[in-house]
């Protein structure tokens, strides 16, 4: 349990680094903003709490990806894509956008809490 703990410590610090290098630069979404050319795009740039919710799923994504074994990365590849086709069908609503999002991070992180803390890749 003790190597949980601190792995759970470690993926927290790496996070929160990104979060903050990410916080640091005015609205750096996942994605460059400067093309953002959809509806859903343009109102996570323009939103700061879905910005901050993009960044922080896009950091959780990377995350699992590297630390899930190849079958799985396959799985969460394939997720991420309904993911970006469900965003796309909220377009400019916020709301939509919000929940969609803070599903997709507790989506993400439950991956590493159940799966990568307790099977490895360690």
């Known amino acids: 349990m003790t190597r949980v703990r601190e792995i759970s410590s470690v993926i927290g610090v ?3 680094a990104g979060l903050w290098l990410a916080a640091d630069s005015a609205f750096a979404a996942s994605f460059d903003c400067a093309k953002a050319k ?7 740039c323009a939103n700061r ?3 901050d919710l993009d960044v922080t ?3 959780l994504f990377s995350l699992d990806k590297r630390l899930l074994p190849m079958g ?6 394939g997720e991420q894509q309904a993911f970006l086709k469900s965003r796309k069908a909220c377009g400019a609503k916020v709301s939509c956008l919000t929940d969609l999002y803070q599903k997709r991070v507790a989506e993400l992180r439950n991956i590493i809490e159940t799966r990568v803390m ?3 890749p360690f």
């Open 49 to 51: 709490t879905l910005n």
């Open 72 to 77: 799985g990365r396959d799985a969460l590849i």
């Open 14 to 16: 790496l996070l929160g």
């Open 57 to 59: 799923m896009g950091e």
């Open 38 to 44: 959809a509806a859903d795009e343009q109102a996570v």
């Open 118 to 120: 307790t099977q490895g």
